[in-house]
């Protein structure tokens, strides 16, 4: 789908009124990269920054359940977060492994 002028001038207001790149998305219909990519490369924007996103207790009880034997991209991958992500979270609860490669 192609970006109209409406969609940019739009997709400018809502992030001058301090909309949260996440909800512009919405708006727009279109990806939070997508959102954040146009405000920068078309528009020249100041970059987006995506909201903090918190650890739920799943996710921290599923960190917990894999980390002492599951490799920390798997672990990236299943919570859909960056392996830095995992790491910091597990150093945080002072989980930690031996013998096995992160």
């Known amino acids: 789908m192609n970006w109209t002028e409406q969609d940019d001038m ?16 919405k708006q727009l219909g279109r990806s939070l990269s ?13 970059p987006l920054r995506a909201e903090k996103r918190y650890w739920s207790d799943s996710e ?5 359940e894999m ?7 798997a672990i990236a991958e299943k919570l859909r977060r960056s392996e830095q992500s995992v790491r910091d979270r597990a150093q945080n609860d ?8 992160l």
């Open 10 to 25: 739009q997709l400018a207001e809502l992030r001058t009124n301090g909309t949260p790149p996440s909800e512009i998305a």
């Open 34 to 46: 997508a959102v954040c990519q146009r405000a920068v490369r078309t528009l020249g924007l100041p």
């Open 60 to 64: 921290v009880q599923t960190l917990h």
């Open 67 to 73: 980390f002492p034997t599951t490799r920390v991209g």
């Open 94 to 101: 002072g989980l930690f492994r031996r013998d096995f490669p």
